[in-house]
């Protein structure tokens, strides 16, 4: 079953709401009205009580009352919806005074008769609503005698229904307008999104430039059209550095399968000795080298880089690891005379070969880009909550304007030594990613002439096993000529 739209669900809902209201508020003043008319007969019917027993106790004697009734009669005369009945104290005593048209007799004997006042609702013989209040009030003579007064109560009546009357004819145009200005509001409310669509329909992978505008939205619809810039901002970075990406690697792997191929039809092209067949075989084994290299460098990025890795973190200490690689390449810093040093140490949670990998790419471009007889110093430093492992060396420094750069893929500073010196361009994208699987960053800084150094930040430090020995210095001293 198909769903309706949005504004026809929330009009629909909100005239239903707004009817439920209008009748609730209907009823409230309907029961309202009726209990302030009661209030106001009972009131009306107390003060005449009051002004006949004031009458009855100025010197009324029950001969007075039939012969001689004035001043009672004016309490009563020229209003024609009250009724009064003076009687003995029992119901079977005769009426001493009878006033209006009203005939009360049926109620003499339903109603009770005491000091204090009683009131009684009733219906005449003409279905009229009539309120009676009946009362003892004692004489001049001390004798008792029974006052029942009687307010007929059609003009209530009359009003009521007067008022349900308009209610009925008014509530159909109130809801009707209650339904067009509740559509008309969420017409309204709803129109910025029809901006929404247009911007979603025009959005593709090769445009993703399009932004919602946020001016003049309500709070709800402004945050989630900045969710929304936000994410297509993601998407654009993400399908550049793709596509960058792509021709990158395009890039690089022309080269290499270029050459071979070249190297291929010139050696193919006439017969040849078997030693420049060996040559050309040991160049091709080269360029394959690289390749498989390169490849085994993407396998490790995408593996890194993919949103859902899970990696099993231990407590690591980058002192260790650090003099592990420091180990793996003592032969390396030895052919060009280079001192290998480290100091501090640190703990932190982390994959054991992840960090000793970052940690060996560093070490590795400082020790091909050191000069001879210099030192390549590692130092561990615990900062407020992390840590950080620092590779540092001298030689002809990096610009500045290279720096925010290093960390992407393919990117080199030297494109043509980097490739004659065996560089996939791979080396400090993966010490990122590493990084960023142990939610930390790679950081670093250089003068030209002077100090490059490249820092990996833990953002999270841990303390050490209480089973370990702490740290020594380690230094490894190249043999000199």
Not at 258 to 263: I, R, V
Not at 405 to 423: I, K, P, Q, W
Not at 432 to 451: F, T, Y
Request: with cysteine; net charge neutral; charged share 20%.
């Amino acid at each position: 079953m198909r769903s309706g739209s949005l504004s026809m669900r929330l009009g629909l809902t909100v005239s239903l709401m707004g009817a439920g209201l209008v009748l609730l508020l209907a009823t409230l003043a309907y029961l309202a009205l009726t209990h302030e008319l009661e209030n106001l007969a009972r009131k009306g019917l107390e003060n005449k009580m009051e002004q006949i027993q004031h009458s009855l106790a100025q010197g009324l004697d029950p001969q007075d009352i039939r012969a001689s009734p004035h001043s009672l009669l004016d309490l009563v005369m020229g209003h024609d919806n009250f009724y009064l009945t003076i009687t003995g104290p029992s119901p079977a005593n005769s009426v001493l005074l009878s006033v209006g048209a009203k005939s009360q007799k049926p109620l003499l004997l339903d109603a009770a008769a005491g000091q204090t006042l009683g009131f009684v609702n009733w219906t005449d013989a003409s279905g009229n609503q009539i309120l009676s209040a009946s009362s003892l009030m004692r004489l001049r003579t001390g004798e008792n005698v029974r006052v029942l007064l009687s307010l007929d109560r059609s003009d209530d009546q009359a009003l009521l229904s007067a008022y349900l009357r308009s209610t009925v004819i008014a509530l159909p145009l109130l809801l009707m307008l209650i339904g067009i200005g509740a559509w008309w509001l969420v017409q309204r409310g709803l129109a910025p999104l029809q901006q929404f669509s247009h911007v979603a329909a025009r959005v593709t992978t090769q445009d993703l430039t399009h932004r919602l505008a946020v001016d003049n939205l309500p709070k709800e619809l402004s945050e989630l059209a900045q969710g929304i810039n936000f994410m297509l901002h993601r998407l654009d970075a993400g399908v550049q550095q793709l596509s960058q990406f792509s021709d990158d690697l395009a890039h690089e792997l022309r080269a290499p399968i270029t050459n071979l191929m070249g190297k291929a039809q010139v050696t193919l092209s006439r017969a040849r000795a078997p030693e420049e067949y060996k040559s050309v075989l040991e160049s091709s084994t080269e360029e394959l080298d690289r390749l498989a290299r390169i490849v085994s460098d993407m396998l490790f990025l995408a593996q890194v880089s993919h949103p859902a890795v899970r990696v099993s973190f231990q407590t690591v200490s980058l002192a260790d690891e650090a003099r592990r690689v420091m180990e793996l390449f003592a032969l390396s810093a030895e052919d060009k005379q280079l001192n290998l040093s480290l100091s501090g140490d640190g703990w932190v949670r982390g994959d054991r070969l992840m960090i000793q990998r970052a940690i060996s790419n560093l070490l590795s471009n400082a020790i091909r880009h050191s000069p001879r007889d210099s030192c390549v110093s590692l130092l561990v430093e615990n900062h407020a909550g992390g840590v950080s492992l620092s590779v540092s060396n001298p030689g002809a420094g990096i610009e500045a304007r290279h720096l925010p750069h290093l960390f992407e893929r393919f990117y080199r500073v030297d494109s043509s030594r980097a490739r004659t010196e065996g560089g996939t361009g791979l080396g400090l994208a993966i010490v990122r990613s590493i990084m960023n699987v142990h939610e930390g960053q790679a950081e670093a800084s250089s003068l030209p002439g002077g100090i490059t150094l490249f820092r990996l930040v833990f953002a999270l430090r841990v303390d050490a096993p209480t089973d370990t020995v702490p740290a020594t210095p380690a230094r490894s001293a190249a043999s000199t000529k």
